[in-house]
């Protein structure tokens, strides 16, 4: 059974950082612990009720595709059971499904993002300017086509509340170095070449991702946080893909769709949900789960 988590609270142990989704605990060594709730987020705001069981369900595919990747490129995960860190008196089962314990990293300042398909921000700047992150693409595009080859736009990593900005690789270099910035562009590139090949396998077009990376002491590259999930990936089933419009997508679109028909200015506090727009959104992250990664969940 699906367990529902809005907010994790763990006596004795440091909380280090709650974001949108996840809090970070520290366990006092080099690992962490990682806890995926069920918020939900929209519009960079974080909303008041949660989606049951989708902090479950995150964790489960991103460790899904941290296993099935860990040849391209090594992740932040430990082999420490969550069991073994939780305080006394904790419900286990709250944490099972949902948290990990992880190595102690570097964040990478940069959202790291592939896109394959000409949509969301990338579109409007390719309306704009005929560039996506200052990438020249070819005329005459159409809204969720494919581009020619996948591309690597990176943008700033906003704290919570504000939003990202997509920026240039130039740009990127000056933030972090050439050095990082090559390994960064092309692991995003190799790893998003790897899961496209598997989703289409499996019917589904994975449109655009981002990752998150970090570096260990010795300055090796790690991919981390998240990975590929139905919140930092835009999936599309193939059968309903067409050039020209946008495809429905294995995502908060549900919410998305319903917090435009509102008088609402998308600053926060965010406005409650319909039980009906909960369960369709908590359906979809179901259905992702279950045709990537081969697990139902009830």
């Keep these: 059974m699906a367990t529902t988590l809005l907010t994790s609270d763990l006596p004795g142990l440091a909380l280090r950082h709650r974001g949108k989704v996840r809090?970070?605990?520290?366990?006092?060594?080099?690992?962490?612990?990682?806890?995926?709730?069920?918020?939900?987020?929209?519009?960079?705001?974080?909303?008041?009720?949660?989606?049951?069981g989708k902090g479950e369900m995150l964790c489960q595919i991103s460790n899904f595709w941290f296993a099935r990747t860990?040849?391209?490129l090594p992740n932040h995960l430990t082999d420490i059971d969550v069991a073994s860190v939780l305080p006394e008196g904790v419900d286990a089962a709250l944490y099972a499904q949902r948290s990990v314990v992880a190595k102690k990293l570097k964040p990478v300042p940069v959202e790291a993002i592939a896109r394959g398909y000409l949509i969301g921000s990338g579109w409007k700047d390719y309306q704009r300017t005929g560039r996506v992150s200052g990438i020249a693409l070819p005329d005459r595009l159409h809204q969720a086509e494919q581009l020619p080859q996948p591309i690597f736009t990176p943008s700033t990593k906003a704290a919570v509340g504000d939003h990202d900005e997509n920026?240039?690789?130039?740009t990127m270099v000056r933030s972090i170095g050439a050095g990082l910035a090559e390994q960064v562009r092309d692991a995003t590139l190799r790893l998003y070449g790897f899961a496209a090949a598997y989703a289409a396998e499996r019917g589904i077009l994975l449109a655009d991702t981002k990752f998150e990376?970090?570096?260990d002491a010795d300055g090796r590259l790690y991919v981390m946080d998240e990975m590929l999930t139905p919140d930092s990936s835009r999936y599309w089933p193939a059968d309903e893909y067409r050039v020209g419009s946008s495809p429905?997508?294995?995502?908060?679109?549900?919410?998305?769709?319903?917090?435009?028909?509102?008088?609402?200015?998308?600053?926060?506090?965010g406005p409650r949900l319909p039980s009906d727009v909960i369960a369709?959104?908590?359906?979809?992250?179901?259905?992702?789960?279950q045709r990537l990664a081969g697990i139902s969940v009830d």
């Design 167 to 170: 920026i240039d690789f130039d």
């Design 248 to 269: 429905p997508s294995y995502d908060k679109q549900f919410v998305r769709d319903y917090l435009e028909t509102l008088d609402w200015d998308k600053t926060a506090p």
């Design 280 to 289: 369709r959104t908590r359906a979809k992250y179901a259905e992702a789960l």
């Design 70 to 72: 860990a040849h391209l």
């Design 23 to 52: 809090d970070l605990f520290d366990l006092g060594d080099e690992t962490l612990l990682m806890v995926a709730t069920d918020r939900l987020s929209a519009f960079d705001v974080v909303l008041p009720d949660p989606i049951p």
């Design 213 to 215: 990376f970090g570096t």
